[in-house]
């Protein structure tokens, strides 16, 4: 790569500052040309910034007034070197000196080139360039810790150390092929099934925090459902902390789903707040609660809340028929208000852990509610920190390939198949592994992996 880009690194709109960088072999000399300050950039010494003004070279007009830093390379994110713009952050003054970049011959980076960069000059692999996604996308503190020690290396460090195992095995085998005379075919099976079955147990651990880890970086999609007026929409305002949805006596208010990400616990949650389902003459209402029918059918968790101070309607029976098979809680509201609803049928239907007692007027049980999601779908509590958590689903099914091929070589080794053969089935696991931290990756995939991040990442 002997081209310099550049592209605006911060979220476009108004804001205090922008950040504008440039990566590349011209980069520092294509700055100077159109930055005037007490100094010339290619003397000043890496990781410094300097204090000055952006000007038209042609007639030495001022542009804006910025922040320059210097970081020269190997140094840099990049490991090219790299000037970063810091200005205004309005928007006219952003595309004026951007656009003057540009003119210099500069090129526009495409979406995630920066990272690509940093990819493939070494700087970092695959996994940890798949994490600058999640760190950026993280909706919760933990998702946002998980995707930081990715970023830092702790899955790639693992992936790693578990192939140079596997070429150690294929080393021993090799020279069993080589030398068979020496080769006592007995004591070699066993040696392939032992280190064969560290290596999955290995990759089990990993496979085994997949679905946390896939929760915590996606969120779970959850829809609030029940009877119209029974507090669906107040508990989404409880739980987002904000007046998102409205809430009146009157059944009905809300005519359509309404989304909102939030945080119980260290969970994130998808919030699907949706129309009271009963049957209504009003036309769009109707097409509220045929929407609010869907979300049932795609939600990961389904909160079925329940009015505990009026007795229990026939459509909240259906509603408890329709979920009881699925993830799903049930949320006794109103708790501050005197018992009208019997509950022995609920309680036939639903165990006690699924079953929430909470007062949303009041902001009671919200914790209670933490504790059920957290059974319901991490046992209890989530892993500890130290964990290595598996979210990414192209990670996931390298994972199962590398673990399947595995399993065939050990299959194979207790059939006494030719270790030539028996090779083959390390080998490819070897190659799955390799795959997932980018050592062996195709030029499309590595372009389709990178063209999911923003500009200027």
Known sequence: MT?????????????GIAVIRVSGPDSIMTTDRIFSFKG?????????VHYGHIIQPSTGERIEEVLVTVMRGPRSFTTEDVVEISCHGGIISVKKVLNLVLEQGVRLAEPGEFTKRAFLNGRIDLTQAEAVIDLIRAKSDRAFKIALKQVEGTLSKQVKELRYRLVELMAHIEVNIDYPEHDV????????????????????????SAEQGKILREGIVTAIVGRPNVGKSSLLNALAQDNKAIVTDIPGTTRDVIEEYVNLNGIPL????????????DIVERIGVERSRSALGDADLILLVINRNEPLHEDEKQLMEQVRDKQSIVILNKSDLPTAADLSYMEARFPP???????VKENEGLDRLGEAIANLFFGGQLETNDITYVSNVRHIHLLNKAKRSLEEAQDAADQFVPIDMIQIDIRNAWENLGELVGDSVGESLIDQIFSQFCLGK
């Open 3 to 15: 081209d310099t880009i550049a592209a605006i690194s911060t979220p476009a709109g108004e804001g």
């Open 40 to 48: 010339s950039l290619p003397d000043v010494a890496s990781h410094t």
């Open 185 to 208: 075919e007995e004591l070699t099976n066993a040696y392939i099934k032992d280190k064969c079955t560290t290596a999955i147990g290995d990759l089990d651990r990993l496979l085994r």
């Open 270 to 281: 998808k919030l699907l707040d949706t129309a009271g389902l009963r049957e209504t003459e």
């Open 353 to 359: 852990e699924r079953i929430v007692l909470m007062s």
